[in-house]
Nanobody, 116 residues
Framework: QVDLVESGGGLVQPGGSLRLSCVVS????????FAWYRQAPGKQRDLVAS???????RIKYVDSVKDRFTISRDANILALQMNSLKPEDTALYLC??????????WGRGTQVIVSS
């Protein structure tokens, strides 16, 4: 079993920065993919960035956040550094993990609001 708890969201002005963190607990060694998703009100949940523990091209970003967001993992902390934030980045940001046998886990999310 894997548990995920996010933090770091908040209200920020356009052009500002936030750093999201996700504390991962449980069988971390079984996880093959870590990721951040986001869901805006009334919209579907979309992948923002992911880290694969295996293979080539291990880090991926959705085009809209490339060169602004950076995903990283240090032991049991998954982070998302978000720079040059835009109003369209406003969403609930959720931490995600998938084990080598395809079991998925989700956190409850942390809200990010980008507004002047």
């Amino acid at each position: 079993q894997v548990d995920l708890v996010e933090s770091g969201g908040g209200l920020v002005q356009p052009g500002g920065s936030l750093r999201l963190s996700c504390v991962v607990s449980g069988n971390i060694a079984s996880i093959s993919v870590f990721a951040w998703y986001r869901q805006a009100p009334g919209k579907q949940r979309d992948l923002v960035a992911s880290i694969s523990e295996y293979g080539n091209n291990r880090i991926k970003y959705v085009d809209s956040v490339k060169d602004r967001f950076t995903i990283s993992r240090d032991a049991n902390i998954l982070a998302l550094q978000m720079n040059s934030l835009k109003p369209e980045d406003t969403a609930l940001y959720l931490c995600f993990s998938q084990t080598t046998w395809g079991s998925n886990s989700w956190g409850r999310g942390t809200q990010v609001i980008v507004s002047s």
